[in-house]
């Protein structure tokens, strides 16, 4: 039987380990960024810390995969980028060159994908626009109901209110305009009556081109009639007619806009007959303008019309005789054809409509435009 003996003494302390490596490096020289998914052999300052599979974060470059580490100064590393995943998007383009002395440090995995959020955005018509507050709003109203009004938001009192505006149908307003209220002058209804905007001017900065003015009209201070079944609303683009102030809604003029509908170029003008085909941009558009310029040569002898089908068929928007392009004797010149009562007064939805050379001049080419306003 064995009794064991009391404690010995302590021994002496042991040496002290080894000091550890720090989890970080930087490269020893320059390296270009790979292709997705593909490997680079980089040189940095220690690699003993890394291991197999460990994901890195390299400045500049992104993050990259240790494949394997052939010396202690050295580690291949694999491009994680995948656009086809959706994989680290944030990396460097390929061929990217990784200056010397960027830092290498551990990184984490990129988390999964997240689900794509569900249902849409409101519909534009629940929006409001808020402007200057006047009296207060009940706590429940229905959107259709401020139509007549400007919504307004007071944010100190912080109350909502409706600003009614316009001017009931058949009701009388003075002219508040120094030069008087000419007849087919774009006008506007204002707190302090019908204030015009030169109808050249307002027409295009509404995206309409210019008109003309026809007629007389109605002279500063005189009253006219509102001719609106739905009387007049403030800010609301209107003509002055013999007949009083009619308006056109003015989501419907704002909708519309002007411009070349389309075009073309170098039509020979030396033979005839022959159509030229030109494509129409808009579904549906009303003719304002048919110009030819840019002659090469005098082709003022040359005779032209407009359709809307070949061979002179269809409608007639300018129709040829002598004279057509008479003012085309050099390059510098321009010529409008002459629109016929039906280019005046309908609206198109034909997509391709035709300049057709019905007498051909000495020599010569020249280049057709056709300007209107597009409706959709």
């Not at 990184?107 to 629940?126: E, R």
């Not at 003015?250 to 022959?274: F, I, K, R, W």
Request: net charge negative.
């Amino acid at each position: 039987m064995q009794v064991p003996g009391p404690a010995g003494s302590d021994g002496s302390n042991g040496s002290n380990g080894t000091n550890g490596v720090n989890a970080y490096t930087l490269t020893d020289g320059t390296f270009v960024m790979p292709a997705e998914l593909a490997n680079v052999t980089v040189t940095v300052d220690d690699s003993s810390w890394m291991t197999s599979g460990q994901v890195l974060f390299v400045q500049t470059a992104g993050h990259m995969e240790v494949q394997s580490t052939p010396t202690a100064t050295s580690v291949i590393l694999k491009n994680l980028e995948d656009a086809a995943t959706s994989a680290y998007p944030g990396n460097a383009a390929p061929s990217t060159v990784i200056s010397n002395d960027s830092s290498v440090s551990p990184a984490g995995l990129q988390g999964p994908q997240g689900t794509a959020a569900s249902g849409t955005a409101p519909d534009s018509s629940t929006y409001l626009t808020v402007e200057d507050e006047t009296a207060d709003l009940p706590s429940s109203v229905q959107l259709e109901g401020l139509g007549t009004g400007i919504v307004a938001f007071n944010d100190t009192a912080n109350t909502v209110s409706v600003k009614p505006v316009g001017v009931a149908d058949n009701d009388s307003l003075e002219v508040d305009d120094a030069a008087g209220l000419t007849n087919g002058e774009l006008c506007r209804a204002t707190a302090t009556g019908i204030e015009s905007v030169n109808a050249a001017t307002g027409r295009t900065t509404l995206g309409l081109g210019t008109s003309a003015i026809v007629d007389t009209g109605v002279a500063n201070n005189e009253v006219v009639t509102v001719d609106a079944a739905g009387g007049l609303t403030n800010g609301e683009v209107c003509i002055a007619t013999a007949a009083g102030i009619q308006t056109t809604p003015a989501t419907s003029l704002l909708t519309a806009t002007y411009g070349l509908l389309g075009e073309v170029t170098g039509v020979d003008m030396t033979s005839g007959p022959n159509d030229n085909n030109i494509s129409i941009t808009a579904s549906r558009y009303a003719v304002d303008k048919i110009i030819v310029e840019n002659a090469s040569a005098d082709v003022s002898a040359a005779q032209a019309g407009f359709f809307t089908g070949t061979g002179g068929g269809g409608t007639a928007l300018a129709n040829s005789g002598p004279g057509t392009l008479s003012n085309l004797t050099a390059g510098g010149k321009q010529q409008q054809l002459t629109l016929t009562a039906a280019a005046t007064t309908d609206t198109f939805t034909t997509s391709t409509l035709y300049f057709r050379v019905t007498v051909g001049a000495a020599s010569g080419t020249a280049d057709c435009h056709v300007y209107g306003y597009i409706f959709a």
